[in-house]
């Protein structure tokens, strides 16, 4: 068990706090300030506490000196004064001597905010990830400022990045903050610890960017819903013909393998919505033997009510993953229909892994009706393959 911020003694002590602070900007305005309001928890107990809080976050990517006009957190520093009610005294650098000395003169319960770490990844023009590569020299440099670290930025936890993984080697103390402790509780309950029967359902694009996870879940799991354009490939794998659809010639085998050793886990689609093109017009409704002429972009109705059977008596479900191509009106139902046949579960564990799903299930207003929808994409889906993340792994032991 990793060390929280309830382990740790911060009154006095100047703390360093890596938040997840990428939020969409749109000439130079925050259009969604959620991932502020999900560092407010942790912020406002250093505050309570008597901390001196020194917050930094990476913002976007930085390929080129001239992306840092454009990606400063200047912006966010003003969002959070807003959001929190208090001051927030923003330094525009990531290391020197104004950085250093506003940091010396913190009063207990005052806070910071520095410039974007990513700056880090480009000096003089030159590309040299020192943030993204975790030099060594600016991990130490930054776990020098402080005297507790914080790790609270669950959507990086999969890197290892000299502003997470590059200070908690470097630093006498450290914690994971509120956010990132309730997504490891919430992933533990959802994938390592299920209460059966536990389904899973994996969707989306492609069967490589899925196959750890089916790999992972395939021991834990009772059953495993696969839909989406990925859902072509293991049909090919059956001996199916799958007209136009999306296919991965090169995990055809792959996937015969896996459905081999599922033992009847995989639950595949029965049946399939189609157009003769990628486009949001009418689909035509067929078995999984696709014509010729035709691509599978949505699961169709008898799928929809298979899956709603298998869904209703789960104790645990975690998703990942749409059934079909959610961004057309005709080819979102499958999608829909998962996602309102997970959030009427009474009684069940259900985790969104976040990415699309987690967009789709907001977008569709069922935010509430799920225990965790992950605020971490990359992060959440790593951790749904068996993989250490980092940025966690780096922390402290209880
Ligand atoms: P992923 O990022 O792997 O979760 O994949 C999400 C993307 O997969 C979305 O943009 C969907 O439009 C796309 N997708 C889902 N099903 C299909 C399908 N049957 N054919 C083509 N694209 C699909």
């Given at each position: 068990m990793k060390k929280t911020l309830n382990d740790i003694q911060v009154s006095g002590k100047t703390v360093l706090v890596r938040v997840d602070f990428n939020v969409p900007l749109k000439d130079g305005v925050i259009t969604d300030d959620n991932r502020i309001r999900a560092a407010l928890p942790t912020i406002n107990h250093l505050v309570e506490n008597g901390a001196k809080v020194v917050l930094f976050s990476h913002l976007s990517r930085i390929?080129?000196?001239?992306?840092k006009a454009k990606k400063s957190l200047a912006p966010v520093a003003k969002k959070l004064e807003e959001l929190s009610g208090k001051a927030i005294k923003f330094i525009a650098q990531t290391r020197g001597q104004e950085l250093e000395e506003a940091i010396k003169s913190l009063n207990e319960g005052e806070i910071l905010l520095f410039e974007n770490?990513?700056?880090?990844?480009?000096q003089n023009g030159e590309v040299v990830k020192f943030e993204s590569k975790n030099n060594d020299e600016l991990g130490k440099y930054w776990a020098n400022l402080g005297d507790v670290f914080v790790n609270?930025?669950?959507?990086?936890?999969?890197r290892a990045h000299a502003s997470n993984v590059g200070i908690a080697s470097n630093i006498a103390e450290s914690c994971v903050g509120f956010l990132v402790q309730k997504e490891l509780e919430m992933l533990a309950k959802g994938v390592d610890k299920p209460e059966h029967p536990f389904v899973a359902i994996i969707g989306g694009a492609k069967v490589s960017d899925k196959i750890g996870v089916i790999d992972n879940l395939l021991e834990k799991a009772d059953k495993i819903i696969i839909g989406g354009g990925m859902a072509y490939t293991f049909f090919k794998a059956q001996g199916h013909s799958i007209g136009?659809?999306?296919?991965e010639e090169d995990k055809v085998a792959l996937a015969k393998e896996y459905l081999d050793k599922a033992n009847g886990k995989i639950i595949l689609p029965i049946d399939s919505a189609n157009n003769t093109d990628f486009k949001d017009t009418e689909p035509t409704i067929s078995g999984?033997?696709?014509?010729?002429?035709v691509m599978g972009l949505d699961i169709g109705p008898k799928s929809i009510e298979l899956f709603e059977d298998i869904l209703k008596d789960a104790k645990t479900v975690a998703w990942n993953g749409p059934?079909?191509?959610?961004?057309f009106e005709h080819y979102n139902k499958g999608t829909l229909a998962v996602c309102e046949a997970i959030a009427n579960l009474k009684d069940s564990f259900t985790l969104i892994g976040g990415g699309d799903s987690a967009a789709a299930a907001i977008q569709l207003g069922f935010k509430e009706k799920f225990t965790h929808i992950s605020t971490g994409g990359g992060a959440s889906l790593e951790y749904m393959e068996g993989k250490v993340l980092p940025g966690v792994e780096a922390i402290q032991n209880k």
């Open positions: 390929k080129e000196e001239s992306d770490t990513r700056f880090e990844d480009v609270d930025a669950f959507g990086t936890a999969h136009k659809s999306l296919c999984v033997d696709l014509p010729e002429d059934m079909g191509v959610f961004e």
